[in-house]
Structures are given as C-alpha cells and as structure tokens.
C-alpha cells in the first residue's frame, strides 16, 4: 500500500517553474519527516529535500538549494515542493516519503523507501 500519492510533475522548459504536492494515502499525516526523492533516468534514488514534522526545519541537497522549497499547507494535509529556475538534469521521476523520525538531519538516510507511483518532471526545451 502507498504511502503517499504524488502529483503536480509534467513538462516544463529550462527555467521555468512547477509545484509537487504530495498527500497521504490515509488523509492524514503523522508525526513523520517527509522527504522528497527524484529519480533521473538510469539512476539511483537521490534525496533533495526533507521538512519535519515539528518545528519546520528543512533542508535541501546542495544541487537544489535556493531553487526549489518543500513547505507544508496551513491544515498539514498537503507538503509541497516548489521548483524554480528548473534545469534540464532536474528530470527524473519525484517521489515523497517519509523519514523515520520527526525532524531532518543533514543527511537523507533514513528515509523508507516507499517509492509509489510518483510523478514525472521533464524539463526540457
């Protein structure tokens, strides 16, 4: 069973800009972390942002810091990861997940890799 249900990917031009949106299966979240993870194509899994659960700290890998931003809705029921300034190798499938604990780390260990369905970004010209 999924975990979460991504949506908001599609097709955008270099520099352009697209909002995730990602919503529990259940409805509801829990007290968890959530990460957003991105697969380019051939690729491994890779970690670009988590926000937690308690107090909003976030952090981001250093391949998307100051473009893209992972926020929560003001009824917890949505997180979001806006994308601006989108680049070509930021094509991949994104998925969210969660972390095994409340809050972000420096670090994307320990997020379950419950990779679903996830939603397709393609940046391209």
């Known amino acids: 069973q999924a975990q979460f249900v991504e949506s908001g990917g599609g097709l955008v031009q270099p520099g352009g800009s697209l909002r995730l949106s990602c919503k529990p299966s259940s409805g509801k979240f829990d007290d968890s972390a959530i990460g957003w993870f991105r697969q380019a194509p051939g690729k491994e899994h890779e970690g670009i942002s988590c926000?937690?659960?308690?107090?909003?700290?976030?952090h981001y890998a250093d391949s998307v810091k100051g473009r893209f931003t992972t926020s929560r809705d003001n009824l917890g029921q949505t997180v979001f990861l806006q994308m601006n300034f989108l680049k070509p190798e930021d094509t991949g499938v994104y998925y969210c997940?969660?972390?095994?604990?409340?809050?972000?780390?420096?670090?994307?260990?320990?997020?379950?890799?419950?990779w679903g369905q996830g939603t397709l970004v393609t940046v391209s010209s």
């Open positions: 926000i937690g659960a308690i107090g909003g700290s976030t």
């Open positions: 997940v969660k972390r095994e604990t409340a809050s972000c780390a420096s670090d994307f260990r320990r997020f379950r890799e419950d």
